[in-house]
């Protein structure tokens, strides 16, 4: 008896597609219940469009009681970077988007599933079944092109400028007959399966697309591979498969899969599966001299998602500026809803926009200031104590060495109905709030001298000499104001910028001088957290200190 085709390619299948389908039975999940996935690829740092789309599957899978799955696309091994997968895995427990199933174990968290193994590389045995399915029907065949061959069709095609592509009249081992395939494999001559497409394919392919809605886009007609010569399989082949067995109902991902999508339905009907629903999303972009392009992972740092990380932005400064990109209502919802969880935030993918979403780190940066805003101290704190370990030990040693007092000094301008908007990420810290600390305060110092508005040293020394003798008691807030306005006064300085201006050479300065030597004298910077408060978180002992070595300074 002469083995089939299908034999001689998959000795070792057993199983048919209706014994896999029975293994992976459907969900048991409530009947509006979204079950998505992220399948990044282990072959480079984390895109924060990874992140962007990672968030859009965990958001509608869990609004809707769903299932949010990691699921590793490592077929192409030779791009495949050491620790990928861990590197992966980390990035979204750093984002808070645990997935429910998947292919890791990291840290105090356990990701696992019944619908595994999570790793396309371990599912070779699956894909066999469905190669071997479409052999059989002849929907599908084994090629033995070599590059060689391949490269020369392609160069004969522009030479007669025709459609490149594996097709048709081009495909040259499409016909081939079962004594044929039989001979060549016992060669041993390497192969790829390919599935065979109409050719000429009139068939439009109609989908509907939760984002763009419907869409009639031309039917496949090129014979694409959909098992590598390692029986490793394409992404358009191992899609079909692994979404069908693990039952995802909705497809999130980039619109560069639009022209592919035909085969991809193509494929799902060939194989008698049904197609899911789809929402191809569209990338995240920049504005660069003038014109849109997409964010490069070679020319935009921020392109990684590590980036963020490295900067210290909370993660759900991230998130929340990503639900912005999303869906634009979310900012007027965040307005009404201040206190509520962003995934609470009724996300519809119907209202996202298809064209480009462009990333503003001056959006971003305003939206973390709020995030932060609504940090108490010690949550600020801890968030720049866990980023300064690792980005900024030097930072973290000075501001773990006396946890009270660092707290108190996150504390300045943090109440109230309109907190301090200062930070926009932790490594805004050493610049906001640094000359808190001594070391920090004396390093600037240092470096670039004290940054006095333009009054004679004798002033400084004499408004350092007022403040000193009343420092030690200072009153309540309405009349240290006061007193420090007398003083102005007393010492030849105008009560406000509009006397002064009226009358120039009247004055040795305006009030905001004096209270500008007093800022400079405490921090070393123009712009700081609202100076009664500085007083009163820095301590009597250290303020006087500094004022003492600024009098010491100005009398030179």
């Known amino acids: 008896m002469t083995m089939s085709t299908a034999d001689l390619l998959f000795p070792d299948v057993t199983r048919t597609p209706a014994d896999l389908l029975a293994e992976y039975a459907p969900r048991d999940l409530p009947e509006d219940a979204i079950v998505s996935r992220f399948a990044p690829s282990p072959t480079g740092f984390i895109h924060i469009g990874g992140i962007y789309t990672a968030l859009i599957s965990w958001m509608l899978t869990n609004q809707t009681d769903g299932v949010y799955i990691l699921r590793i696309e490592d077929t192409d091994q030779k791009r495949q970077i050491e620790e990928g997968v861990r590197q992966i895995v980390e990035s979204l427990m750093h984002f808070g988007l645990v997935p429910d199933e998947g292919p890791y174990t990291i840290g105090p968290v356990e990701v696992r599933g019944d619908y595994g193994p999570y790793l396309q590389s371990e599912r070779v045995d699956i894909y066999k079944v469905f190669a071997r399915d479409l052999v059989e029907k002849g929907l599908a065949y084994p090629s033995f092109q070599t590059s060689e061959e391949l490269e020369a069709m392609r160069e004969a095609q522009k030479a007669q400028k025709v459609k490149p592509g594996y097709y048709g009249p081009w495909a040259k081992d499409r016909e081939l007959t079962e004594e044929q395939i039989a001979e060549r494999l016992a060669a041993g001559e390497p192969f790829v399966i390919r599935v065979r497409a109409p050719y000429p394919n009139k068939r439009k392919a109609a989908i509907k697309d939760v984002v763009r809605g419907k869409m009639e886009l031309p039917g496949n007609d090129k014979d694409m591979v959909i ?19 693990m039952r995802v109902n909705l497809i999130v991902r980039g619109d560069e899969w639009l022209s592919t999508l035909p085969l991809h339905v193509q494929l799902f009907e060939m194989l008698d599966l049904p197609v899911p629903t789809y929402a191809h999303i569209s990338p995240i972009g920049k504005q660069d001299e003038g014109s849109k392009r997409k964010l490069s992972k070679r020319k935009d740092p921020e392109a990684a998602a590590s980036y963020y990380l490295e900067k210290g932005y909370p993660a759900r400064a991230i998130l929340e500026y990503c639900l912005n990109l999303i869906n634009s209502q979310f900012e007027n919802w965040r307005v009404e809803n201040p ?75 943090r109440g109230g109905e309109a907190p301090r908007k200062d930070l926009a990420n932790w490594s ?26 333009d009054v004679a040293p004798e002033d400084i020394a004499s408004v350092m000499d007022f403040i000193i003798g009343h420092v030690q008691d200072l009153p309540d807030r309405d009349t240290w104001l006061q007193d420090m306005r007398d003083f102005s006064e007393e010492a030849g300085f105008a009560p406000n910028r509009k006397t002064y201006k009226k009358d120039p050479d009247a004055y040795k300065g305006q009030f905001g001088d004096v209270m500008m030597i007093y800022r400079v004298a405490l921090a070393n910077q123009r712009y700081t957290p609202d100076l009664y408060e500085m007083v009163q978180a820095l301590g009597i002992e250290r303020t006087v200190a500094r004022l003492e070595r600024v009098k010491q300074w100005a009398e030179g």
Request: hydrophobic letters at 45%; proline letters at 5%.
């Open 428 to 453: 805004d810290v050493r610049e906001a709030y640094g000359f808190f600390w001594d070391e920090l305060y004396a390093q600037s110092i240092a470096e670039q001298g004290y940054i006095f508005p």
């Open 339 to 413: 206190e509520a969880p962003f995934a609470e935030f009724p996300l519809d993918l119907s209202r996202m926009s298809p064209s480009l979403a462009l990333f503003d780190l001056d959006k971003l940066d305003s939206i973390s200031k709020d995030v932060i805003a609504t940090y108490n101290a010690q949550e600020v704190y801890q968030a720049a104590l866990d980023w300064a370990r690792e980005y900024d030990p030097d930072l973290a040693a000075i501001i773990e060495a006396d946890r009270d007092y660092s707290i108190t000094v996150f504390g300045v301008e």
């Open 227 to 245: 098992l590598k010569s390692d029986f490793l399989p394409t992404y358009h082949f191992a899609h079909a498969v692994d979404d069908t067995l």
